[in-house]
């Protein structure tokens, strides 16, 4: 019964369009929440994309990475913040990890070394060299697209050939074939038999196509000096359903294997696609929380800069009321003109808001590389806070307005 009389399209209309005179004769009370709502709902879209960015980019990492893989690293957590030694998986491990799961369809060993001088003709570098089988394609699911992948003759052999992901082939050979040329890896000179396809960032944001892959008994033998120990291996089933059970029994595999005491810590690492996904809530979480604190006391400062400059207009516009109610205007038409008044400003604060998120985000992801992704989910929160700012702070200024007495607002 309240908004019966009050939503009869010519009173409507009439009420909406002096919400907006009033909008527009009162710049400067405008401009100024305007601005507050607007840095209030920018800091709420940008989490909300950086929320959804994040989960998006789990879910793709989590699919390149393989939702049936496990990446099982030499070395525990502990051991690394004491300087222990890192190298704690050997290649009986691998093949005993082999003919134990018999759902493993791949299983393969890989070592690494970081900054390793690369050169070409007269260009330097320093890269990551990877030792893999010849099955490393397959098992992180990185096709070769020029060239061809190296074989098992070459890892038994421990032939001098390899693979070179897409930024180290800009740095190296720029718009030339490298398919056949040599290039010197730590002096000894290597021959690029293919190409990975582009793969770009790790979640950490390692730059993944900065690397070359050779022969695992080529990088053990002739880089390492290493006959029996790897820094990790990757594993895949079939049954990807029970990955996580999987992953508890290849734990109590490899400590059992290791001699390991019950109350003593793993000396291996175990990454599961749940432990990614962990990390980029993680890493999101900290900037939800700061853009989340930095949003809500916008809003909240916007919601009072927005009480207070329409307390103060209701004071400037006493005697406006005070004819108005005079006229015929009754109390809920007032409340509704300021708080129509109010909801217009919020609202277009929220779309200046929602702008300003945008380039925000933009700026974010250039500087940070942070994933953001905008979805209908970022506009339509922002619009609502911002509607939930304009009634909820506008409701005391408009409630006094409508209960102004016509006689003494006409004196005031």
Request: aromatic share 8%.
């Given at each position: 019964?309240?908004?019966?009389?009050?939503?009869?399209?010519?009173?409507?209309?009439?009420?909406?369009?002096?919400?907006?005179?009033?909008?527009?004769?009162f710049k400067l009370?405008?401009?100024?929440?305007?601005?507050?709502?607007?840095?209030?709902?920018?800091?709420?879209?940008?989490?909300?994309?950086?929320?959804?960015?994040?989960?998006?980019?789990?879910?793709?990492?989590?699919?390149?990475?393989?939702?049936?893989?496990?990446?099982?690293?030499?070395?525990?957590?502990?051991?690394?913040?004491?300087?222990?030694?890192?190298?704690?998986?050997?290649?009986?491990?691998?093949?005993?990890?082999?003919?134990?799961?018999?759902?493993?369809?791949?299983?393969?060993?890989?070592?690494?070394?970081?900054?390793?001088?690369?050169?070409?003709?007269?260009?330097?570098?320093?890269?990551?060299?990877?030792?893999?089988?010849?099955?490393?394609?397959?098992?992180?699911?990185?096709?070769?697209?020029?060239?061809?992948?190296?074989?098992?003759?070459?890892?038994?052999?421990?032939?001098?050939?390899?693979?070179?992901?897409?930024?180290?082939?800009?740095?190296?050979?720029?718009?030339?074939?490298?398919?056949?040329?040599?290039?010197?890896?730590?002096?000894?000179?290597?021959?690029?038999?293919?190409?990975?396809?582009e793969r770009g960032?790790?979640?950490?944001?390692?730059?993944?196509?900065?690397?070359?892959?050779?022969?695992?008994?080529?990088?053990?033998?002739?880089?390492?000096?290493?006959?029996?120990?790897?820094?990790?291996?990757?594993?895949?089933?079939?049954?990807?359903?029970?990955?996580?059970?999987?992953?508890?029994?290849?734990?109590?595999?490899?400590?059992?294997?290791?001699?390991?005491?019950?109350?003593?810590?793993?000396?291996?690492?175990?990454?599961?696609?749940?432990?990614?996904?962990?990390?980029?809530?993680?890493?999101?979480?900290?900037?939800?929380?700061?853009?989340?604190?930095?949003?809500?006391?916008?809003?909240?400062?916007?919601?009072?800069?927005?009480?207070?400059?329409?307390?103060?207009?209701?004071?400037?516009?006493?005697?406006?009321?005070?004819?108005?109610?005079?006229?015929?205007?009754?109390?809920?038409?007032?409340?509704?003109?300021?708080?129509?008044?109010?909801?217009?400003?919020?609202?277009?604060?929220?779309?200046?808001?929602?702008?300003?998120?945008?380039?925000?985000?933009?700026?974010?992801?250039?500087?940070?590389?942070?994933?953001i992704h905008f979805?209908?989910?970022?506009?339509?929160?922002?619009?609502?806070?911002?509607?939930?700012?304009?009634?909820?702070?506008?409701?005391?200024?408009?409630?006094?307005?409508?209960?102004?007495?016509?006689?003494?607002?006409?004196?005031?």
């Amino acid at each position: 019964m309240l908004f019966t009389h009050l939503l009869t399209k010519p009173r409507l209309i009439k009420i909406i369009s002096q919400s907006i005179m009033a909008v527009r004769a009162f710049k400067l009370r405008t401009f100024f929440c305007l601005i507050s709502v607007a840095l209030g709902i920018a800091s709420i879209t940008v989490i909300v994309a950086a929320t959804e960015g994040a989960y998006k980019k789990a879910l793709d990492i989590v699919a390149r990475f393989g939702p049936d893989s496990l990446l099982i690293f030499g070395g525990s957590e502990e051991a690394r913040a004491i300087g222990q030694r890192q190298k704690t998986l050997t290649l009986d491990d691998i093949e005993a990890v082999r003919e134990a799961f018999s759902s493993a369809y791949l299983v393969v060993p890989q070592t690494s070394v970081g900054n390793t001088n690369v050169s070409y003709k007269d260009k330097k570098y320093q890269t990551q060299v990877i030792g893999s089988t010849s099955d490393y394609s397959r098992i992180w699911t990185w096709p070769v697209i020029q060239g061809s992948d190296f074989t098992e003759d070459d890892v038994k052999g421990l032939r001098n050939v390899g693979l070179v992901g897409q930024h180290l082939l800009k740095e190296l050979f720029g718009k030339e074939d490298p398919v056949g040329k040599y290039i010197l890896v730590k002096g000894i000179p290597v021959q690029i038999v293919g190409v990975l396809s582009e793969r770009g960032t790790s979640p950490s944001g390692h730059n993944l196509d900065d690397r070359i892959i050779l022969p695992l008994t080529t990088v053990m033998r002739k880089l390492q000096n290493e006959t029996k120990y790897v820094s990790a291996f990757r594993i895949r089933f079939l049954d990807q359903e029970n990955l996580y059970i999987h992953a508890e029994e290849l734990r109590s595999f490899l400590r059992q294997r290791h001699k390991i005491l019950d109350d003593e810590p793993d000396d291996f690492r175990i990454v599961s696609p749940k432990e990614i996904v962990k990390f980029l809530v993680a890493l999101t979480g900290s900037l939800v929380i700061f853009l989340g604190v930095t949003g809500l006391i916008s809003l909240v400062v916007a919601g009072f800069v927005l009480a207070n400059l329409f307390l103060l207009s209701v004071k400037e516009r006493t005697t406006e009321i005070g004819i108005r109610r005079a006229a015929g205007a009754k109390k809920r038409d007032i409340l509704m003109q300021f708080l129509g008044e109010s909801v217009i400003i919020t609202t277009i604060g929220g779309l200046f808001g929602f702008l300003l998120g945008l380039l925000s985000s933009k700026l974010l992801m250039l500087i940070a590389q942070f994933p953001i992704h905008f979805s209908w989910k970022a506009f339509a929160i922002g619009l609502f806070l911002s509607w939930a700012v304009g009634i909820g702070f506008g409701l005391q200024p408009a409630n006094r307005a409508a209960n102004l007495k016509p006689i003494e607002a006409i004196r005031g």
